[in-house]
């Protein structure tokens, strides 16, 4: 016998729906009535499965790791008359790989002269006659990178997280108020917050289905992602590139690189941000880099209100990925579901169905491909659409749990934003890196 409650169909969800006024989104997004009498009614945005037609638009990518390939390929997907022309990356392998790539896949030609390698490649791809900036190398190198791009005049996809210290974050700010005075559109890589499911549950949740949030969670827990090990002949700095993911000057260690997602849906529901935080972590087995393994913060608002993360990459673990948000009448996932405190499910997502009437789980766009249709149609419509801020602001909330973390002190908002912590050397060169290797240890900083 199956006990477990059956979650509502659409007719049985509209009438019990209007009988609590918590009628709301349906389907793929648009919000049909208030949930709350007393709210402002929030109109879902209605997302476009390919951006409109209009003059060619160029694209070049900084960054050809897995990463900016893949964001190449998604702005090649968001509609007619996109195109990638340049190129530009620190190693001549990664370069090839995505070259290629784009050639088999695509029948793309990135001719030599617009191929650019090293350190000062992202100024040539910016200056290749581009309309658009993909910016996808370590974020350590994503603040100036992204101020370059905006003086440019250029449009811009930034990979989430902007940056990983106090210094680059108020950088990323700067140059987000500027692309804003010059009408220029700015889309980030945190794609959750262009993925239907999540904006259609976002709907609801603002018009009241679970009452007035009160707290939520977030868990990140897996395995490590990968390392790299040193071989003959690498310079400290080539070896920390290859590597990039396990040292924290250049991913901002995993809570900010990989948890910055988590956070940003909270943030994003709760339409704030903390203003304090309190963490610990350690190091147990990670093979290589100066960050820690697992990290957890406690995160305060200004109201008291709170919500708490943990993330942890260590393999042999139990694994999960969950983010919840709970109210006065109710709580939800945050992507697909709504339950009452008695667990019924009282409203679900509509996912589109397949040939036998079944929901499929998925989205008719892809979330990444999404994030770029929105771009291409912010700049084809001239609505200019512009995310550096609420990137950089998660971004910071994401640096203020990890330095609670290594230093063992809680730490607030107005300390970051006030912080002269820059991260990484000061010359970007093949050669050594005077970063020490070791990882930080809680209550051992100065005062």
Partial sequence: MNTKPKS?????????????????????????????????????????????????LKAGVIGCGGRGTGAAFNFLNAGPNTQITALGDVFQERLDRCRNSLKEQRDVDIPDENCFLGFDAYKRVIDSDVDVVICATPPHFRPEHFEATVQARKHAFIEKPCAVDPVGVRSVMASGRMAESAGLTVVSGTQLRHARDYNATFGMIKNGAIGDLISGNALRLGGKLWHRSREEGWSDMEYMLRDWVNWNWLSGDHIVEQFVHQIDILNWFFEKFPSQAIGFGGRHRRPTGDQYDFISVDYTFDDQRKYQ????????????????????????????????????????????????????????????????????????????????????????????????AYTGQRITWDEMMDSGMRLGPEEYRMGPVDIDPEPPVPGTAPD
Avoid at 334 to 344: A, E, F, K, M, P
């Fill in 8 to 56: 509502k169909s659409r007719r049985e969800f509209i009438e019990g729906a209007a009988a609590l006024g918590v009628l709301g989104a349906l389907g793929a997004g648009h919000l049909l009535s208030s949930c709350n009498s007393r709210r402002e009614r929030y109109e879902v945005p209605a997302f476009l499965n390919t951006a409109p037609d209009g003059p060619l």
């Fill in 309 to 404: 993360g943990m993330h942890r990459q260590i393999d042999g673990c139990y694994n999960t990925s969950d983010v919840v948000i709970y109210g006065t009448e109710g709580y939800t996932n945050c992507r697909n579901s709504i339950y009452d405190y008695d667990h019924n499910p009282i409203w679900e997502y509509e996912y589109p169905l397949d040939e036998d009437g079944q929901p499929t789980g998925r989205l008719e766009v892809a979330m990444t491909d999404q994030s770029h249709i929105n771009l291409v149609n912010a700049i084809r419509t001239n609505n200019p659409v512009n995310e550096a801020n609420r990137m950089a602001s998660s971004t910071l909330v994401s640096i203020m749990g990890r330095e609670s």
